[in-house]
């Protein structure tokens, strides 16, 4: 199975700052990685798919880059709203599998 | 779109349950569709996926062999039927809407139903 690890698992940040996560593959997904985003007690939120894509509704300060083994998920100016925990996850083979999952809470 | 979930509740180990999600809100047999599922104060984990066809199916390790996903385009339902329940197996399990519609499912969901909590306790 492709292993999917994030990092940081936390991060402390303030609102307006730029946050980056970053997930790694364990073998190569070419550009099959999305990012979901996930509040307490609510199901997931698809922001990006095939690494760069922003999906519809989104807004821009998300971003996402990356290919290969290597992937990053951007907040440009982190908003109230963002506090969350982020999910990337590979769908190149199956079985499809997430990220560990990076929290990014309020300094 | 919606998506709503049921069928949870606590069983013991080694027992069964059966697990629906009633599907509105979009043409239910033009997509693929997942379970994925979450341990309390854990990460996704994703379980199953079948195509629009009901018949291509893939799950994950964990569960191969004593979980099976199906479908019932005449209801537009899915279902998860889990046998030889384990206590790692207690989870809030989610079904999902595949974003695409081609015949192979993309991989990726757009939407989610709220879940519904299997606890598997003595």
């Known amino acids: 199975d492709i292993q999917m690890t994030q990092s940081p698992s936390t991060l402390s940040a303030s609102v307006g700052d730029r946050v980056t996560i970053t997930c790694r593959a364990s073998?190569?997904?070419?550009?099959?990685l999305a990012w979901y985003q996930q509040k307490p007690g609510k199901a997931p939120k698809l922001l990006i798919y095939?690494?760069?894509s922003l999906e519809s509704g989104v807004p821009s300060r998300f971003s996402g880059s990356g290919s290969g083994t290597e992937f990053t998920l951007t907040i440009t100016s982190l908003q109230p709203d963002d506090f969350a925990t982020y999910y990337c996850?590979?769908?190149?083979?199956?079985?499809?599998?997430f990220g560990q999952g990076t929290n990014v809470d309020i300094k | 779109v919606q998506l709503v979930e049921s069928g949870g509740g606590v069983v013991q180990p080694g027992r069964s349950l059966r697990l629906s999600c009633a599907a509105s809100?979009?043409?239910?047999?033009?997509?693929?569709m997942h379970w994925v599922r979450q341990a309390p104060g854990k990460g996704l984990e994703w379980v199953a996926v079948?195509?629009?066809?009901?018949?291509?199916?893939y799950y994950a390790d964990s569960v191969k062999g004593r979980f099976t996903i199906s479908r019932d385009t005449s209801r537009n339902t899915l279902y998860l039927h889990m046998n030889s329940l384990r206590a790692e197996d207690t989870a809030q399990y989610y079904c999902?809407?595949?974003?695409?519609?081609?015949?192979?499912?993309?991989?990726?969901?757009?939407?989610w139903g709220q879940g519904t909590l299997v606890t598997v306790s003595s």
């Open positions: 999902a809407k595949d974003t695409s519609s081609d015949i192979a499912p993309a991989g990726i969901s757009d939407c």
């Open positions: 809100g979009f043409t239910f047999s033009r997509y693929g």
């Open positions: 079948i195509w629009y066809d009901g018949i291509n199916k």
């Open positions: 073998q190569s997904i070419s550009s099959w």
């Open positions: 095939k690494a760069s």
């Open positions: 996850q590979q769908y190149d083979t199956y079985p499809w599998t």
